[in-house]
């Protein structure tokens, strides 16, 4: 993802990028995806896809200081539309991802990612749900995506904090 600009948001834009960990004393990752898959009108209505990093660093102390450096990285990026390279078979085409209503409450870091693709069907906006904390030595990284449906509802990032403190508290209950 070098071709995304600005490189310093794109942390925001999706978990787990390779570039976003660049000098983190990470010694183990482990990244999860499901969705769920209903037909039209039927619950879940609409489909929801999950995505979750968990990442092992080096310390606690390790855990704290990254998750506040991504405070700031993504408190700047606020606001900011990030620009990649499109997945779709021409070169030319970008995907666009607007980043907004950023916040840090409780040790959630949290973000609402509008994604539109650059290509030739160009539709209504997804909404990335993003949320972020640190628990002992990990950083849970998640990003919630609703799939059809009214996306714009889901500004609100509540199932990625959801996801996020559900991952969090069973980290702890492992000890």
Known sequence: ???ASPIECLGVRAPRM????I???VT?????QWA????PQQIPDPDVQVVAAVLELDSPDSARSWYSKFVSQWLLCNGTTVRTASASTNAHDTDTAKITQVADSMGVLDAAVLVSGGGPNIGNPLVNQRALTAVSHFLVDVEVTQIGGRAMDLAANSL?????????NKIMSNG
């Not at 390779?18 to 960990?21: I, S």
């Not at 183990?28 to 999860?32: L, R, S």
């Not at 769920?36 to 037909?39: D, N």
């Open 36 to 39: 769920t898959s209903a037909a």
């Open 18 to 21: 390779r570039q976003t960990y």
């Open 160 to 168: 990625a904090i959801a996801v996020v403190r559900l991952i969090a």
């Open 23 to 25: 000098g983190a004393p």
């Open 28 to 32: 183990a990752v482990v990244e999860g």
């Open 1 to 3: 993802m070098k071709d």
